[in-house]
């Protein structure tokens, strides 16, 4: 160890350290220049884009008229209502629209779109 | 000079700065650390285009890690000499596979005085030592002696403890003072 430790001195180990760390090591200025474009050009890169919202769709403008989707309920509601009422006419429905047209409403006017539905319903 | 502006501001806040799309961070950025990188890289390498080259590399990871860079963690000058580091030994492997003596002979800065010459010679032959030293001795030696790192600082760029350190610097210079014993005459060492 001691005899290796008198190689390190003989060589000056220390004093060639010291002549390589003061070594003259200026980048040179294009070599500044393309870090920099290298770093704005990643600057750029990572910038949050900012993107225009897309317009909403046909069906959404339609949704958003009416009132969104609890108002799809209340009209999904109302249509199965409406064809059950056409469907299976209720008989104070078929006096007022007699009334109302002043004559007599035949079958011929009422288009039976389930008879054997009608059926199973009188048969319970 | 506008970058005087940031003379007060600590590496890592001026990657947020930069991060957050400061032209100015960018730039300041680039003059404080760029010349430390390349500086490491020539002194490991000993190559001027193998520095820039591995001094961009280094430059151009830390442009990409900055939005994601978390404050107080790391410093960010220790990161860089470790991504450095890193760089010039997998360059200092390659190089070794391939032909040693195809490693480049370092540039004569200044013009044909002698005694540049011959500490040019010096520094060839030191730089070949390192270079056939084992990595991780190398870097410790480096970073130790070359790069004037404390011990604390280098067992955090190279995530061993301060006693590896130590160990691997005695050990590197040790086996340093072996490669060059052969080569006395050479560096203009005559006896004693």
Known sequence: ?124 | MPFDAFADVSDDALLVLYANGDPDAARALNIRLTPRAFGQAMRMLGDRAEAEDVAQDAMLRLWKIAPDWRRGEAKVTTWLYRVVANLCTDRLRKQRNVDIDSVPEPEDDRDGVEGDMQNAARMAALRDALAELPDRQRQAVVLRHIEGLGNPEIAEIMEISTEAVESLTARGKRALAAILAGRREELGYTDG
């Open chain 1, 1 to 124: 160890m001691a005899e290796m430790d008198k190689k390190t001195e003989d060589f000056d180990l220390d004093a060639m350290f010291a002549d390589m760390r003061t070594q003259d090591v200026v980048p040179a200025p294009d070599f500044m220049a393309r870090v920099l474009a290298d770093a704005l050009d990643a600057q750029a890169a990572a910038a949050p884009v900012t993107v225009a919202p897309r317009p909403p769709s046909r069906l959404r403008q339609l949704l958003a008229a009416i009132g969104g989707w609890p108002a799809v309920a209340g009209l999904a509601t109302a249509g199965v209502a409406g064809l059950w009422i056409g469907v299976n006419p209720p008989a104070s429905i078929m006096t007022t629209a007699e009334s109302f047209l002043g004559t007599t409403v035949t079958d011929q006017y009422l288009v039976d779109l389930m008879p054997s539905y009608e059926f199973a319903m009188a048969e319970g």
